[in-house]
């Protein structure tokens, strides 16, 4: 069943796991996918007794801004300010994050934030330190980057605006070559891609991250600590699949100088970009040991 929590600016919605007194886990989907990304990761862990937590992320599935008037950011600035309220809110004091894609940019954004907020941190797909416009990419990463660039032009909008799921299957298969997965699953997560906002979300979102878009102002002192990358005095544990057609392993590689605490990085072979589909037994076990440790 659906649930909900109002923050400054959103209605969220989220599906919630497990007893509300046991320890909790927020897991959190990246683009394009949606909260149901989970759903092979979450039983498990409430069957070891947490409690499991899945919102939708702004401009996506049922989640809605409370007002029309309010800017459209896809900024990361704005999503991990979200979750921050989002967690305050529910009023459930620290939690374990898990993130994927967006997840993971918002998750090691709120770790840096509020570690306050943060007990553990399991991230997919992504590494720190990603923030800055500014950041050098290799010809090969650039290549794969290609979606992103295409949104920073008009034609790019126009096309996701008029073909949402042809445009986002081809991701898909793109982004995890060994992958064969069902239309049944695809399209359980692509309604979630018909949200009035998410076009917007989407492109402001990728157009920000390289300095294509201005900034919402509300969150310009949140998006100046983050250019720096602060460190993160979280334990952590990275995901990464060798076969990642979005974002390459090297992404995430040589990145422990950015954490104070316990950081373990796997490289998973054969993985595509969304590993908690392709190997949920990894995940699992990945998340446990490290909210266990």
């Known amino acids: 069943m659906i ?17 509300s007194d046991a320890a909790t886990i927020i897991l959190l989907h990246g683009w394009p996918d949606d909260a149901l990304t989970w759903n092979a990761i979450v039983p498990a ?5 947490y409690r499991c937590i899945t919102p939708f992320l702004r401009g996506c599935g049922l989640t809605q ?30 939690v374990h994050l898990v993130g994927h894609d967006w997840g993971a940019r918002i998750a090691y954004n709120i770790a840096a934030l509020r570690p306050d907020l943060v007990h553990t941190l ?12 500014q950041q050098t990419l290799s010809f090969e990463q650039v290549q794969q980057y290609w979606y992103q660039w295409f949104f920073a032009t008009e034609r790019g909008r126009a096309t996701l605006a008029a073909e949402r799921r042809g445009f986002t299957r081809q991701l898909w298969q793109l982004w995890c070559p060994t992958w064969r997965f069902s239309e049944v699953e695809f399209e359980a997560t692509a309604q979630s891609f018909d949200n009035p906002d998410w076009i917007d979300i989407t492109i402001d979102s990728y157009r920000s991250r390289w300095g294509n878009s201005p900034n919402d102002p509300d969150y310009d002192t949140i998006h100046q600590q983050l250019m720096s990358a602060p460190k993160i ?10 076969a990642d057609g979005a974002t390459l392993p090297e992404t995430s590689a040589n990145k422990e100088h950015f954490f104070a605490k316990d950081y373990q990085r796997f490289v998973i072979p054969g993985v595509g970009h969304f590993i908690q589909r392709e190997a949920a037994q990894t995940v699992i076990e990945a998340i446990l040991a490290r909210v266990q440790s």
Do not use: M
Request: hydrophobic share 30%; charged share 10%.
């Open 3 to 19: 649930q909900y929590i109002k923050t400054s600016r959103l209605n969220i919605a989220y599906h919630s796991y497990g007893t």
């Open 65 to 94: 801004f409370l007002d029309t008037q309010t800017l459209r950011s896809g900024q990361l600035a704005a999503l991990g300010q979200d979750l921050i309220e989002f967690i305050e809110t529910a009023k459930i004091g620290s």
């Open 45 to 49: 862990l409430v069957s070891e007794n």
């Open 233 to 242: 005095y979280v334990p952590t544990t990275v995901l990464h699949g060798g």
């Open 122 to 133: 399991t991230t997919l797909s992504v590494g720190y330190g990603t923030n800055n416009p």
